[in-house]
């Protein structure tokens, strides 16, 4: 079991979401259903633009699918997606399409080398849109590397030192058409299991 600081994105988060999580103005109402399969129909109409995620599934039942249909009424605007999860030994693939005809997919490979993750995403029509990143866990440390999928990739890097408790961060952005760093992040987070503090400068 992974016992190490976390992902840089990880220092500020539970901050962050204590002050803006699931605080919407939009109407939410959700259904969900299960079968003796395993495969999960639900429905989740709410503001959040994203994927069923294998940590949103209910402990101790398996999953090898899940469906998804969302609905979000902002002002006058109404837009809706439909989702599917399909998860199958260390891979799980995600596809979303919109009502704006944008299909979005995403798929996730634990351990091809122990200790990592790799995730890679692509939005079409929009095929500047790729994505690929490697995370690297250990004990003491974390370390991304994410790189965009077009003719002039931008490079992103991040590194945590520490423990669950108290982390030490950086991020770097790297423009591989001009040669220069685009953002350089550095962040210290303090976690227990009552109170979380963060500092990003």
């Known amino acids: 079991m992974f016992s190490g600081p976390g992902l840089f994105s990880d220092i500020g988060r539970r901050p962050k979401d204590l002050l803006t999580k699931d605080y919407v103005s939009d109407q939410k109402f ?5 079968s003796e399969s395993g ?4 429905s989740f109409p709410n503001a959040r633009d994203e994927f ?10 398996r999953y090898d699918m899940a469906f998804t249909s969302t609905a979000v009424k902002k002002g006058g605007l109404s837009t809706g997606d439909v989702a599917a999860l399909y998860k199958y030994k260390n891979t799980v693939a995600n596809l979303k399409v919109d009502t704006e005809s944008n299909i979005s997919t995403t798929f996730t490979v634990t351990d091809i080398i122990p200790s990592t993750k790799t995730i890679a995403s692509m939005k ?3 095929y500047s849109s790729g ?12 370390f991304t590397t994410a790189l965009a999928l077009n003719k002039s ?6 590194a945590t030192l520490g423990t669950p408790t108290i982390s030490f961060g950086v991020e770097a952005g790297y423009d591989t058409t ?17 109170s979380s503090a963060s500092i990003i400068l």
């Not at 959700?30 to 299960?34: A, K, Q």
């Not at 001009?178 to 009552?194: I, N, R």
Request: hydrophobic share 40%.
């Open 178 to 194: 001009s040669g220069a760093f685009t953002k350089y992040t550095a962040g210290v987070g303090l976690s227990k299991p009552e």
């Open 124 to 126: 079409f029509p929009d």
């Open 39 to 42: 495969v999960v129909f639900s």
């Open 52 to 61: 069923l995620c294998s940590s949103d599934l209910a402990v101790g039942v």
């Open 30 to 34: 959700s259904i969900s259903t299960f």
């Open 131 to 142: 994505k690929l990143e490697v995370q690297y866990f250990h004990n003491h440390a974390t």
């Open 153 to 158: 990739p931008l490079i992103d890097f991040t």
